[in-house]
Every structure is written in C-alpha cells, then in structure tokens.
C-alpha cells in the first residue's frame, strides 16, 4: 500500500568552490521523480545578485518557492539599503528563512556561495533547518556521497580552501628569522 507524502525528491547535485578571488558553483539541470526524467533542462541555481548565488538540490516545489522567497528578499534589501545584499548576509538570511519553517521545512538542500566583502570566494552548507557554516568546498544533494570524496581529495590540504589565510605579524616574522640570523652570525665567527 502506498503512502501519501507532501514531498518528492527530485534528485539533483550542487556543487560550489570558493577560492582566494574566485567562487565557481555547478549544478545539475535533471529533474527526476523515481525512475522517470520530467525535464532535463531545469536549473537549480538562483543569482542572487553579480557576487551571489544560491544552489539548491531536493523537492521541486520547494526548491522554486524558497528561491521566490529569497529573490523577493533581496529585491526588498536592494531597495530599501540601496545597494545588493553581500553573500554572508545572504547566507544569514538564508538560515533564518529555513529556521521558520523548521516545523514543515522546505525539502531542500541548499548552498549559498559567492564573493564576501573582501573579494575571496565564501561557501556556506545548510541543514534542514537552517544551520550552516562557511567552507572552502561542499557539494549537496542525491550525488553528495559521490562527490563529496572526490572533493576532500583533490581539495582538502593545507591551502586557502581549507583554512583563511594566517596574517603574520612584524614580530612573528622577526622570530622565524632569529635561528637563521643566529646560526648565520655563528658560522660568520666561526671562520
């Protein structure tokens, strides 16, 4: 006996790498319901604004309603603060717009990726429910567990992806050159 259910997957992966000027986001075009292809032309990612966009994977309905939500957001920013809301307040606005429906949540799965106010590339991964925190790289959607391996493979090592970049100061800098400058006036007396 079947069961009624208020959501569908419709498949889909989304991608997206942020990097030290850059962000790259990919999505499938696919749209599926069990075994049968209703479109292969169908895209899963909003543009927000020129330094913002968002992917979402999961049940379609959901998926178009919850961009309408966000397009209709950030359309409302732009006018009232006169200019285009930033990736990590899109981010934020994000969570909090899945945190409301936690109770009936949107059968989503979403990645907000962009450039941040200083030009690096910023990727944000989300829950259910709107938690989410920023990574160098995350994929969602049915093709997560496929893709997500190949990304900590070819991505994850020490490199601005993983972590920010560490700013040094003048007296750090000074410490990793004390050894060489003692070792350097050593060999100096020595001949």
């Given amino acids: 006996m079947a069961r009624w259910s208020p959501y569908d997957l419709n498949g889909g992966t989304c991608i997206a790498i942020g990097g030290e000027d850059y962000c790259i986001v990919a999505a499938s075009t696919r749209l599926s319901t069990g075994f049968s292809i209703l479109t292969s032309d169908k895209s899963m990612i909003l543009q927000v604004n020129d330094k913002c966009m968002i992917a979402s994977a999961g049940f379609d309905g959901d998926r178009s309603q919850l961009h309408k939500v966000l397009n209709f957001r950030s359309v409302n920013y732009e006018h009232f603060h006169k200019k285009p809301m930033s990736c990590p307040a899109m981010a934020q606005m994000l969570g ?3 945190y409301y429906k936690r109770f ?7 990645l907000c990726a962009g450039l941040d106010d200083q030009g690096r590339g910023c990727v944000y991964t989300y829950d259910a429910i709107g938690s989410h925190e920023r990574v160098g790289y995350s994929c969602q959607g049915s093709g997560k567990d496929l ?3 190949v990304l900590d493979n070819q991505l994850k090592a020490p490199s601005i992806l993983e972590l920010p970049p560490k700013v040094r100061t003048q007296d750090e800098k000074m410490r990793e050159k004390m050894p060489h ?10 001949q």
């Fill in 96 to 98: 909090n717009t899945l």
């Fill in 147 to 149: 893709v997500q391996p």
């Fill in 181 to 190: 400058l003692i070792s350097t006036q050593r060999v100096l007396l020595l």
């Fill in 104 to 110: 009936f949540p949107y059968y989503t799965f979403n």
